[in-house]
């Protein structure tokens, strides 16, 4: 099970964090990782943390977010910066075996991803 917390509502510039806490899976197995998505696109990955422990962006938030998982890699977190409107989604933490080997290939694709689990999701508004 994954569950989120945080996101909220901020104005353009501004910052969030969001972070998600998994329980009843195996964190040698599983790697995890950020997506979000909007009534306009599929769900995309944005921040995925492989098996080394080192993270893979989206082009579209390098720079601005950064992931990073506690030493349990049972929470993982996403501190978000210079927030613009287009980052408005609701954002989802999942975890897979498969994002620890395909961490690039999740953040690049525009294809849906089929993974283990999935948090409820947790929405993130900015406004301009």
């Known amino acids: 099970q994954l569950m989120e917390s945080g996101g909220g509502s901020v104005q353009a510039g501004g910052s969030l964090n969001v972070s998600c806490v998994a329980s009843?899976?195996?964190?040698?197995?599983?790697?995890m990782g950020w997506f979000r998505q909007t009534p306009e696109k599929k769900r995309e990955g944005i921040a995925i943390?492989?098996?080394?422990?080192?993270?893979a962006y989206r082009d579209s938030v390098k720079g601005r977010f950064r992931a990073a998982q506690d030493n349990t890699k049972t929470t993982l977190f996403l501190q978000m910066d210079s927030l613009k409107p287009e980052d408005t989604a609701m954002y989802y933490c999942?975890?897979?075996?498969?994002?620890?080997?395909?961490?690039?290939?999740?953040?690049?694709?525009?294809?849906?991803?089929?993974?283990?689990?999935w948090g409820q999701g947790i929405g993130v508004t900015v406004s301009s």
């Open positions: 943390v492989d098996d080394k422990g080192i993270a």
């Open positions: 009843g899976i195996a964190p040698r197995k599983y790697c």
């Open positions: 999942a975890a897979d075996p498969g994002l620890c080997r395909f961490a690039r290939d999740y953040v690049s694709t525009s294809e849906d991803a089929y993974l283990d689990e």
